[in-house]
């Protein structure tokens, strides 16, 4: 028994100093951040010509021989010289590539802001902003402000084209529709043109277990459904009431966007592949992101945009730890 208890006071005793060390660690860190640790927000700018240049060079110089090898980068040269020569007289065409990698809450909307910011200060109405969007959809607002977003190129005339190569989906397509020319791969997923609410009800399981739940509100619709309460009829009409003014405004925004879009076919929550997409006009072309540059190349000096904040230490302690206890 003694050596029981041994072990359990051996046990708290690393329990204590691991508590201890832990508490010093925060506060050292949380010090540390008040001093410099601010959190860093970069514009990063990458000229996509010379990426892909560089990545076709490494596979041609192990496939070509030798000599003609040579020779092709000697041409590069002089085509790269007249490209300085011409855009030091006349303004070259420009295109601004931006990515989308949307979540249930469109958080990159952050980033997207600040990234169409900086091009509109800088692009003109002979550049191209190509987005990149990946988008399976979400909440309505905030889907709503990324659409909007993307709007303000469109209000200054500056060409915005969407490429799809997996999904855009319900708030995807919203933020898609915006565009002057929509991209999608064969088989990426298009459509789901309508609005979902869904959640679960405890209020019998509450009642069997001798639970009161009270909700209190001020405004007859204040709340309709409710997941503890007791649901009503008359609450369960009204949400639905609110889903078809939510749909009603969907469908007006591609009728505004794509009037060649026939909504009484497409706005049924349905999704479609690519190639079916294109068929009921949801896009205009066929095609992946990776040829839709390769095609530009000739045309337009091509640079990838995107804006990143990098996260306080704080932040990054608390959301470590949001992830091991949430």
Avoid at 97 to 124: C, H, M, P, Y
Avoid at 271 to 298: M, R, V
């Amino acid at each position: 028994m003694d050596g029981l208890f041994a072990d359990y006071g051996l046990f708290l005793a690393k329990l204590l100093t691991g508590l201890v060390f832990g508490i010093v660690a925060l506060v050292a860190a949380l010090s540390l951040s008040r001093r410099g640790g601010a959190a860093t927000e970069e514009l990063k700018v990458e000229r996509l010509n010379d990426k892909l240049e560089q990545l076709s060079n490494r596979l041609r110089q192990a496939v070509e021989p030798k000599d003609a090898f040579k020779k092709r980068l000697k041409g590069q040269k002089k085509a790269h010289k007249k490209e300085a020569k011409d855009a030091a007289k006349d303004h070259p065409r420009r295109m601004f590539v931006v990515d989308f990698k949307g979540d249930i809450r469109a958080s990159a909307t952050t980033s997207l802001r600040q990234e169409i910011s900086a091009i509109i200060a800088t692009a003109n109405q002979t550049d191209q902003v190509l987005l990149r969007l990946e988008n399976p959809g979400g909440t309505v607002h905030e889907h709503g402000l990324a659409a909007s977003q993307l709007m303000r190129l469109k209000d200054r005339g500056i060409e915005l084209v969407v490429v799809v190569d997996k999904v855009a989906a319900s708030g995807g397509y919203l933020m898609a529709c915006v565009a002057n020319r929509i991209v999608a791969a064969p088989f990426a997923i298009i459509g789901s043109i309508g609005v979902l609410a869904q959640l679960p009800n405890f209020n019998r399981f509450l009642k069997e277990k001798g639970i009161d739940f009270e909700q209190i509100a001020a405004g007859r619709y204040k709340r309709t459904l409710t997941l503890f309460g007791e649901n009503t009829s008359e609450g369960r009409e009204k949400l639905k009431e609110e889903l078809e003014e939510v749909h009603a405004l969907f469908k007006d925004e591609i009728q505004r966007h794509r009037p060649q879009v026939d909504l009484s076919t497409v706005a049924t929550g349905e999704h479609w592949y690519g190639s079916q997409a294109l068929d009921l006009k949801l896009i205009d072309e066929l095609g992946t992101s990776d040829d839709y540059l390769i095609k530009s190349l000739d045309d337009y000096q091509i640079f990838h945009v995107s804006y990143q904040r990098k996260r306080t230490l704080p932040e990054r302690i608390f959301g470590a730890a949001a992830s091991v206890f949430g």
